[in-house]
């Protein structure tokens, strides 16, 4: 693409950001002139690189100098004059697309192979052996200006030796920058491009700022720079919520006073999707957008911290925000709460604190709070009985009780060791009172926890408008009645739910093959569960046995020819 780039800032001439944008925005396309531009002493050094003129085509030096050239506006201009928070970024990447030195340290020396900014390089002890094959960076100067810029940009934070930046204490959010980004490059390409053909009005920039790899300049990812190339979009105004349905109602009562439940009962109940209903009703019907998981696969690595997530949480006008974990006997604090994650650096990795998903939605939830932002926080525990308890939480079973304290931890992020449970997380615990794995749940979890029973009733079959037909309805009514007779009034912790017996997926079924599709369920899910009863002595096996005879099947392993027994029988 014959593009005539300008050519080579000063690598060793350092003029503030804040002083550059300050003689920026006084700058008015069209009538002030080149030479007044240059007589700026400020911009001398780069007066050349970031300010367009016109006619470029006839444009020299001295017409420059004489006054003949007027400013062109142009997307940094814009910024600056409106004081953007994108104006900093813009400037920086303003200077790499104009000098192909400090271009080439971005793309091949400082951004790794994804392209974000390598941490480890980022020091003025370390920029400097890895830029030594290169002579214009010869010098401290040259190095130290680079890391000056990219702070003054925005791009990280300094952990600062005195004067001297030894390292990164934090990234800064870029990806903000890119729509405006792409814009500075229609407006560069229109101007420096000897081809009257390539023009932003037929060319998609975001290809052509791919091909650039202009994602490093803002140390993104490509697949992070195009999410970031739709922008955040307008905010949305806040969610509100119907009046709380009478199937959820006990439920958010208790969230209310205590913020701590446990919905138990035998498999099949509808526990899970209790807990998915008070999500719904709290997100005001937008379940998806509000899920923690959601707003983090849309932030670029580096900026999925609380502080941002509770921007799109506000931008997002989200009544809720919600995360589901499952525990299960291997699951561990450093997979619930914080852990030390290893990452690479060079010559070697090392071990940074990590928020985990209690960590980071207990810090998300702090920070809406000092904001005044009005949203519940949900975490879902699936199987809590599975997990070990006190391995699980640790420090933070004292936390859940004594809600806006903070509790010390063995792990400091961001430079905070403590973590604090809010008063807006609540959280909903499922517990399967079959499940035999565990003898009897922690009693410090207990304590703290109200236990709500969802008992094994027929009233779902009865009220789901999924059914086929009435015959299928019935079907499944007699299935579930025919379980619940067997095992007996006494089991009530065994029973199984009607969730078995509910109408599956497929759609476009007829009567014949919705029934079959319920005695599938009934004889690949059901009855190996009723067998393991029988091992663990809560159904009489003369009971399984009479079971089976009443729907023509014989008590061997589940078989096809089992499926079209209980088939015939339902039908008949």
Known sequence: ?????????????????????????PLQPGQTTAADVIADQWLEPLWDDIVE????????????????????????????????????????????????????????????????????????AAIGPALAAEPDFNGDKPLTNILRNLVQAGVFEPTLNRQTIDGVDRFLPTAFAVPGLLKLLRDRVEYWSDDARFTPATDDMLDFALSLEANRWLGLTREEFVR???????????????????????????????????????????????????????????????????????????????????????????????????????????DFVRTLAAEPVPGGVTFVARHRVLSLIAAVGVELEARGVDCELVLILDEVNRGNIPSIFGELLYALEYRGQPVATAYSVDGDASITIPEGLSIIGTMNTADRSIAVIDYALRRRFVFLTVPASGTPIDQHSGYVTQKHRDAARALFNAVHDALGSDAANVQVGPSYYLPGSKSGLNEAEAVRDLAARFVYEVLPLLHEYVLEGELDEAALTTLLADFDVAPTASTPDQVTAVQAKLLA
């Open 1 to 25: 693409m014959p593009i005539a780039i300008p050519g080579r800032i000063s690598l060793t001439k350092f003029v503030p950001f804040a002083t550059i944008l300050d003689h920026l925005y």
């Open 228 to 334: 970031a190339s739709r922008g955040a979009g307008a905010p949305t105004a806040p969610t509100p919520r119907q009046p709380v349905p009478a199937a959820i109602a006990e439920i958010h009562d208790l969230l209310t006073s205590k913020r701590q439940v446990v919905l138990q009962g035998p498999p099949g109940t509808g526990k899970t999707h209790l807990a998915k209903a008070y999500i719904d009703w709290s997100s005001g019907g937008r379940r998806d957008e509000s899920r923690l998981q959601s707003i983090l696969d849309e932030l670029p690595l580096r900026e999925r911290t609380p502080a941002r997530i509770a921007d799109e949480v506000e931008r997002l006008g989200l009544s809720a925000l919600w995360e589901i974990v499952q525990f299960h006997p291997s699951y561990e604090y450093v």
């Open 53 to 124: 003129y016109a006619p470029r085509q006839t444009t020299t030096q001295a017409t420059r100098a004489n006054g003949a050239a007027t400013v062109v506006d142009d997307e940094l201009l814009r910024a600056a004059r409106g004081q953007r928070d994108d104006k900093e970024l813009l400037l920086w990447c303003a200077l790499v697309f104009a000098d192909k030195r400090l271009e080439w340290a971005v793309r091949e020396v400082l951004t790794d192979a994804d392209g974000r900014f390598i941490e480890g390089l980022l020091s003025r």
